[in-house]
């Protein structure tokens, strides 16, 4: 049975009308609800994300999956990017995705967080593309200066549904709560989007114990540790993090 997702979006192209990174954690929520955790209770394997999102039915359009994670993979200019995600008007509800093999070699994390930005593109893009060419990019460089208003908000969206997907907030705010205690470093009640009632670390917290903490915590969710440093400031799970 193919995953169901659903969120606001135009009734006639199928264009997402989802705005806001709470209401893209949302959904990044169901699908990580999915996702069988049979190894960690935290951190997800590439092989089942892959099969959660091989078949899924967002707002009631199919979208199947075909997958490509042994072959390098490039823009048009034939610049190198880490992941792809097409669809072809010869191919109705299908969504081709590669992760570039040779540079996410010996980074399982890199390969898993590529992923999830993609399958982020099928969940939010693709539906609306389904009858077009149309390609999006995981890139290796990819500056806010060269990329339009409307790819902007693409890539943000994937972006958040990878961080929400692999370490969602109130999972990673558990344990972040474990760590510091067992460190005994100083917690405080300040705004934040955890486990409601919950302190977050102090913002004078040692840079070094702060790193103790984030190296912890992208090994129980199995992401790199610049992955997790910009999940807490996105959740502000440090104090005085910026959404």
Same mark, same amino acid.
């Given at each position: ?12 192209? *199928? ?8 209401? @893209? ?19 997800? *394997? ?15 359009? #199919? ?21 792809? !995600?097409?669809?072809?008007? &010869?191919? #109705? *509800? ?39 060419? &149309? ?10 200066? !060269? ?23 109130? #999972? ?25 009632? !919950? ?11 702060? &790193? ?6 992208? *090994? ?7 992955? @997790? ?15």
């Amino acid at each position: 049975m193919p995953l169901a997702l659903s969120y606001p979006h135009q009734q006639e192209t *199928g264009a997402p009308l989802v705005q806001t990174a709470q209401a @893209i954690w949302a959904v990044a929520a169901r699908f990580r609800a999915a996702v069988p955790r049979i190894d960690s209770p935290w951190a997800l *394997g590439f092989t089942d994300v892959t099969e959660a999102a091989s078949r899924m039915l967002i707002n009631d359009r #199919p979208v199947r999956a075909d997958w490509d994670f042994d072959h390098p993979v490039h823009d048009e200019d034939g610049t190198p990017v880490l992941g792809i !995600c097409e669809t072809d008007p &010869a191919a #109705p *509800g299908l969504a081709l995705v590669s992760v570039n093999a040779p540079m996410v070699k010996s980074r399982p994390d890199l390969a898993l967080s590529t992923l999830a930005h993609e399958i982020g593109h099928m969940v939010f893009d693709v539906p609306a593309a389904l009858g077009e060419q &149309a390609r999006r990019y995981r890139s290796v460089t990819a500056s806010p200066t !060269c990329l339009d208003r409307a790819t902007q908000l693409s890539e943000r969206r994937a972006n958040e549904f990878m961080g929400a997907v692999l370490a969602p907030a109130a #999972p990673l705010h558990l344990r972040l709560v474990v760590h510091a205690r067992a460190e005994r470093l100083r917690m405080v009640h300040a705004p934040h989007f955890g486990r409601p009632g !919950c302190r977050v670390l102090a913002r004078d917290t040692h840079p070094e114990a702060v &790193a103790g903490i984030v190296a912890a915590l992208a *090994g129980d969710f199995g992401v790199s540790e610049k992955f @997790i440093a910009v999940r807490l400031q996105r959740y502000r799970l440090i104090e005085g993090g910026v959404l």
